[in-house]
Nanobody, 123 residues
Framework: QVQLVESGGGLVQAGGPLRLSCVAS????????MGWFRQTPGKEREFVAA????????YYADSVKGRFTISRDNAKNTVYLQMNSLKPEDTAVYYC????????????????WGQGTQVTVSS
């Protein structure tokens, strides 16, 4: 029902900014809380940030708090992840996802996922 298409990944130097976008291809986007997760090969998918469907509340992993900002524009069916002060340890495949039920921190509580976009931070 909700299909998510990501963009904005790439190679960036440590300390630099990058903005990821995730566009929903269907019209139910505004009814979902949305999250960003990231994953490195061999590791569990890690929570990064989430935002309530209305945009009224946001949540961040401690590792990105103060550096990353999640936002959404429901009129454009788009959720963003603005990443600043990037570190090499931020290197991962980043996924956007639509929340289904339960807390925002667990990947299994999301039922729709984007294809992922690679973010590589060079030192």
């Amino acid at each position: 029902q909700v299909q998510l298409v990501e963009s904005g990944g790439g190679l960036v130097q440590a300390g630099g900014p990058l903005r990821l976008s995730c566009v929903a291809s269907r019209r139910t986007f505004s009814n979902y809380a949305m999250g960003w997760f990231r994953q490195t090969p061999g590791k569990e998918r890690e929570f990064v940030a989430a935002i309530h469907w209305s945009g009224s509340s946001t949540y961040y992993a401690d590792s990105v708090k103060g550096r990353f900002t999640i936002s959404r524009d429901n009129a454009k069916n788009t959720v963003y992840l603005q990443m600043n002060s990037l570190k090499p340890e931020d290197t991962a495949v980043y996924y956007c996802a639509a929340h289904w039920s339960g807390n925002y921190y667990t990947s299994s509580n999301y039922d729709k996922w984007g294809q992922g976009t690679q973010v590589t931070v060079s030192s």
